[in-house]
């Protein structure tokens, strides 16, 4: 939208044959105010001048700098400014105006003196998408007007043009022919204002003139604004490697040469569709399936100077003490450097026992992203790694009475998210346990065993889960359900009936704990019975959706590992057909929700032939 003209600059207008009146001519005086346009002086062919405090200047003249089309009609005393796809009417006299057909009021309306018509900079400038500044000795017009350079651009060595464009400053790249080198399935609704892009990996929207952008109803800030010229958008090299984690390099030939990285996974996504399912009932039945410990290191999410004002902090912690010789342990994490700086985020143990202990099968996963596709950089990539059980595996490490030691480190960039699941088992030597996991960060090359043990307070707007709890497999049994009865959904991970992973149910303290309804770090375990009794082969289908957010993950069926992509909330949902060829099926089914995602999510169960 067009904000209201303010301030204390005025834009002239054209020509017309006749004089002000004397009274008119009493409060209009000429002054010499500098124009900038661009960094360069707009020579007009009529002085400005000024009206009740107000600077005016020749309209035709801040147009066309600015590479509009104006018309003037001396019947209707209208001004007429087209620029690409806005059409801009101003009359003579008139304190409104219309832009594609959209009318806005003036602070003062067009005026004709000395047979030249003069309009309000502000407006017509702001119309045009630009920015004026009044510096008390001048006014300033600038907006981004791209020209043609000389350097090829190349996405992941594939040519996707031969020039790029520059606004003086910065190099900008055609986004479509760089969206269809990236992904052959992308495509693309645009707007007036704006450009909606379907890929294989997610949805990104992009305004013209804003740094704000959405990836998977998310928004994310890029360092500049992408421009519209004519049909085309373009955005700076500076924005590809904020939004898509590009690589880049320049040859002596100023050529740009980007590196995308695609995520790729060894398990099928499933089909999506726009069908809704029915409303789901609750699951009443799960209950932990195993004793290991489970740490969450999720809140403070976002790590800022605020949240972690000394540069390091213990993100979370797990203290374990008792007579015990073994214990396993799980530890999830998932942060978002916003510190200014590179930072490591760290796994460690701090044995506090007078005996020896060691870690032993150390097996996990970890993952950044430079960008915003969280949910395919990073929680499906986590989530198809947990249930294939494709883990890196990391050495057993030995840990002296009274030290500590770094499980695994991860290298975290300024804007980067990373998330990590690692699982591991602390054997106790001899004597009494008493060790804690600690998850931290640091901002410096600081020894990771002198960052403080005290929790980093808790961001209470942003509530994400943080503690520790017992168990990382959570089981529960769903109704038979027998072919060609009418469909069934159910809701896990609702929060309510299955939610164990409570604030009563932790085993860290309750002031530094937030609750895990979203079961993230554990794997959700159904089993569903089918009945067929109709003497035939048929197929039932099984129906993913969210019911309460965008939602992502991966699902074991049978043993075999599927993907299902993010959906929007209730109107989108992925499927996969089942065949059942007996008089009685059982399927096993193990999820895991993508870190990012929301909760809780729809089965439907249905008979589709």
């Given at each position: ?290 004793d290991r410990r489970l740490l969450i290191s999720d809140n403070p999410e976002v790590l800022t100077s605020a949240s972690v004002p000394n540069g390091q902090a213990t993100l979370a912690l797990d203290h ?247 959906l929007q909330p209730i109107t989108q949902s992925a499927y996969i057909d089942y065949t059942v060829f007996s008089s009685q099926d059982v399927l096993s089914l193990e999820l ?18």
């Open positions: 939208m067009f904000k209201k003209i303010i301030g204390y600059v005025l834009v002239t207008l054209i020509s017309f044959s006749t004089m002000a009146t004397s009274t008119e001519a009493t409060s209009i005086r000429p002054v010499h105010v500098p124009i900038i346009s661009n960094g360069k002086a707009l020579q007009t062919d009529a002085s400005p001048i000024m009206v009740n405090n107000r600077i005016l200047v020749p309209f035709r003249a801040i147009a066309q700098t600015m590479g509009a089309n104006v018309f003037w009609n001396a019947n209707t005393k209208q001004v007429t400014v087209q620029k690409n796809k806005k059409v801009i009417f101003l009359t003579v006299q008139s304190s409104t105006a219309t832009i594609n057909e959209q009318t806005v009021t003036l602070d003062a309306p067009p005026i004709i003196y000395k047979g030249r018509t003069f309009v309000p900079i502000r407006f017509v400038a702001e119309a045009l998408d630009a920015h004026v500044q009044w510096t008390g000795k001048d006014v300033r017009i600038s907006w981004a007007t791209l020209q043609t350079s000389k350097g090829a651009v190349y996405v992941n060595q594939t040519k996707i043009t031969n020039n790029t464009m520059t606004d003086g400053l910065y190099t900008y790249i055609p986004l479509k022919n760089l969206l269809t080198a990236i992904d052959v399935n992308a495509d693309w609704i645009e707007t007036d204002e704006s450009l909606t892009v379907r890929l294989s990996r997610g949805q990104l929207t992009i305004f013209a003139g804003k740094k704000q952008f959405i990836v998977d109803d998310q928004e994310v800030v890029a360092p500049l604004a992408p421009i519209r010229l004519n049909d085309e958008w373009y955005v700076s090299a500076s924005w590809i490697m904020t939004v898509f984690g590009a690589q880049m390099t320049r040859n002596g030939n100023n050529d740009l040469f980007f590196s995308i990285p695609r995520t790729t996974f060894r398990s099928p996504l499933l089909p999506v569709n726009e069908t809704a399912m029915i409303v789901p009932q609750h699951v009443t039945t799960p209950k932990m399936a195993d374990v003490q008792g007579l015990l010789q073994t214990m396993e342990h799980r530890v999830f994490g998932w942060h978002v450097n916003n510190l200014g700086t590179h930072a490591t985020v760290a796994i460690m143990i701090d044995n506090r026992s007078s005996s020896d202990m060691v870690v032993t099968n150390i097996r996990g996963t970890y993952r950044t992203s430079p960008n915003s596709w969280g949910h395919y950089d990073v929680g499906l990539p986590l989530a198809e790694a947990v249930l294939r059980q494709s883990f890196a595996t990391v050495p057993t490490i030995k840990v002296k009475a009274g030290a500590s030691a770094v499980i695994q480190a991860f290298d975290v960039s300024n804007n980067q998210l990373l998330g990590f699941l690692y699982d591991f088992t602390v054997q106790q030597e001899s004597g009494t346990a008493d060790y804690r996991i600690r998850t931290v960060v640091t901002n410096s090359s600081a020894n990771f065993s002198t960052i403080s043990p005290t929790l980093a307070p808790l961001d209470s707007y942003a509530t994400h889960p943080r503690g520790v709890w017992k168990g990382t497999t959570l089981e529960a049994s769903l109704p038979t359900y027998t072919i060609d009865s009418e469909p069934v959904a159910y809701s896990i991970s609702n929060g309510k009936t299955d939610h164990l992973l409570s604030v009563s149910n932790a085993l860290s303290n309750p002031n530094e704990t937030v609750h895990n309804p979203g079961h993230y770090g554990l794997t959700y375990r159904l089993s569903l019975h089918i009945q067929n009794e109709t003497g035939e082969t048929k197929t039932i289908r099984l129906r993913f959706s969210g019911r309460g957010g965008a939602y992502c993950g991966g699902i074991k069926i049978n043993g075999v590992v599927y993907l299902i992509p993010p895991m929700h993508a870190g990012g995602a929301a909760l809780p999510l729809g089965i439907e169960v249905s008979t589709v032939r």
